[in-house]
């Protein structure tokens, strides 16, 4: 009698654990998938399928919300297509549900910010299966969940080598960021710079970069007063760091690319792609870098010759308008073989 009382409270126990708990998928879907932050509804399963390649990741008819069928009625069960990028991954989701309107949110790490992007992009199909939901007419929304690290807060109000070196703010103190390079290297034909300057430089392309040289010792003002040095203990090429000071004023007719330093703090890389808002935008830096032609392009538009300049996401835009979808390509718009190379920094890696 006792087993048989025993084998009823385990049945009943299991029955517990199936009803509340996250339901176990056939793909194995992470625990932490089961997410239920929400209110006025559970979110019961929610699963995330492999690159599906029949779904066009640029097309944006087959991406987002296909379908919601309601299975009783407190039992939706809702369908989408989102695209990232081939390197990122969906690694939870959450929900929101305001009078008429459910969010769903998937989180799935931005590549750039925490790894390297790879050259494709890809569709995945996203599953959400809600309980004890009251059934009438709903809006949905899908969206991204949105992270914000303790480095990007370090950054508010800084600006990347790149922006100081296209707007210029001269003796004045502002905070930029970039990649350390030829720290405890010669700098031109005086070789004791070594140990009192690097350069600082901003990525514009995967291979193009553009930089200041930042100095953080032998600062000696026109009146003779010496700036105190500031240390670079810990800091190595090829560092992430972000810098206060100055951008000392021109002596000629070329901009000056003479930043004093007061302060400098190492970070963690950041995104090393420029964002453009417009074709006008892509074209005019890719004019600015010594090509002739920029366009914001699919990636299965360009041509071997053409170089990403960065990306693009405009709004409003059917052919731009998702983020991920575009990129700003430069090329010459001529024979490249014996044109001159563009006038900025390589990056010697």
Same mark, same amino acid.
Request: charge should be negative.
């Given at each position: 009698?006792?087993?048989?009382?025993?084998f009823?409270?385990?049945?009943?126990?299991?029955?517990?654990?199936l009803?509340?708990?996250?339901?176990?998928?056939?793909?194995?879907?992470?625990?932490?998938f089961?997410?239920?932050?929400?209110?006025?509804?559970?979110l019961?399963f929610?699963?995330?399928?492999?690159?599906?390649?029949?779904i @066009?990741p640029?097309?944006?008819?087959?991406?987002?919300?296909?379908?919601?069928?309601?299975?009783?009625d407190?039992t939706?069960?809702?369908?989408?297509?989102?695209?990232i990028?081939c390197?990122e991954?969906?690694?939870?989701?959450?929900?929101?549900?305001?009078?008429?309107?459910?969010?769903l949110?998937?989180?799935?790490?931005?590549? @750039?910010e =925490?790894?390297?992007?790879a050259?494709?992009?890809?569709?995945?199909?996203?599953?959400y299966?809600?309980?004890e939901?009251?059934?009438?007419?709903?809006?949905?929304?899908?969206?991204?969940?949105? $992270? !914000?690290?303790q480095?990007t807060?370090?950054l508010?109000g800084?600006?990347?080598v790149f922006?100081l070196t296209?707007?210029?703010?001269?003796?004045?103190?502002?905070?930029i960021? @970039?990649?350390?390079?030829?720290?405890?290297?010669s700098?031109?034909? !005086?070789?004791?710079?070594?140990?009192?300057?690097f350069?600082?430089i901003?990525?514009?392309?995967?291979?193009l970069?553009?930089?200041?040289?930042v100095w953080?010792?032998?600062?000696?003002e026109?009146?003779?007063?010496?700036r105190?040095?500031?240390?670079v203990?810990?800091?190595?090429?090829?560092d992430?760091?972000?810098?206060?000071?100055?951008?000392?004023?021109?002596?000629?007719?070329?901009?000056s690319?003479t930043?004093?330093?007061?302060?400098?703090?190492?970070?963690?890389?950041v995104?090393i792609?420029? =964002?453009?808002s417009? !074709?006008?935008d892509?074209?005019?830096?890719c004019?600015?870098?010594?090509?002739?032609?920029?366009?914001?392009k699919?990636?299965?538009?360009?041509e071997?010759?053409?170089?990403?300049?960065?990306s693009?996401l405009?709004? =409003?835009?059917?052919h731009?308008g998702?983020? @991920?979808?575009?990129n700003?390509?430069?090329?010459?718009?001529y024979?490249?073989? $014996?044109a001159?190379?563009?006038?900025?920094?390589?990056?010697?890696k």
């Amino acid at each position: 009698m006792k087993t048989k009382i025993d084998f009823i409270i385990i049945l009943a126990i299991l029955g517990f654990v199936l009803i509340s708990g996250c339901v176990e998928e056939k793909t194995e879907t992470p625990e932490e998938f089961c997410i239920k932050t929400g209110t006025g509804g559970k979110l019961d399963f929610f699963e995330a399928g492999p690159c599906d390649t029949t779904i @066009g990741p640029y097309n944006q008819s087959e991406l987002g919300i296909k379908e919601t069928n309601w299975l009783d009625d407190k039992t939706l069960h809702i369908k989408a297509y989102v695209s990232i990028n081939c390197a990122e991954e969906i690694t939870g989701v959450d929900f929101e549900i305001n009078d008429d309107k459910i969010i769903l949110v998937y989180d799935s790490p931005r590549c @750039g910010e =925490n790894f390297a992007c790879a050259r494709c992009m890809c569709a995945h199909e996203l599953t959400y299966h809600f309980s004890e939901l009251e059934k009438k007419e709903y809006s949905f929304e899908l969206k991204r969940a949105e $992270h !914000v690290s303790q480095e990007t807060e370090k950054l508010e109000g800084a600006m990347s080598v790149f922006e100081l070196t296209e707007n210029p703010v001269y003796d004045t103190e502002v905070t930029i960021y @970039g990649e350390v390079s030829l720290l405890g290297e010669s700098h031109g034909e !005086v070789s004791l710079l070594s140990e009192s300057c690097f350069d600082l430089i901003s990525y514009i392309s995967s291979s193009l970069t553009v930089g200041v040289t930042v100095w953080y010792d032998l600062m000696v003002e026109d009146d003779g007063t010496e700036r105190p040095s500031v240390s670079v203990e810990g800091i190595e090429n090829g560092d992430w760091v972000i810098v206060t000071g100055e951008l000392r004023s021109s002596t000629g007719e070329a901009p000056s690319t003479t930043f004093w330093a007061n302060n400098i703090e190492k970070t963690d890389s950041v995104d090393i792609n420029f =964002n453009f808002s417009s !074709v006008e935008d892509c074209k005019s830096a890719c004019v600015e870098v010594g090509y002739n032609e920029g366009d914001c392009k699919w990636p299965m538009e360009v041509e071997p010759s053409y170089i990403i300049f960065g990306s693009c996401l405009i709004q =409003n835009s059917r052919h731009c308008g998702n983020e @991920g979808q575009c990129n700003c390509y430069c090329w010459y718009g001529y024979d490249s073989s $014996h044109a001159p190379e563009p006038q900025v920094l390589k990056n010697e890696k």
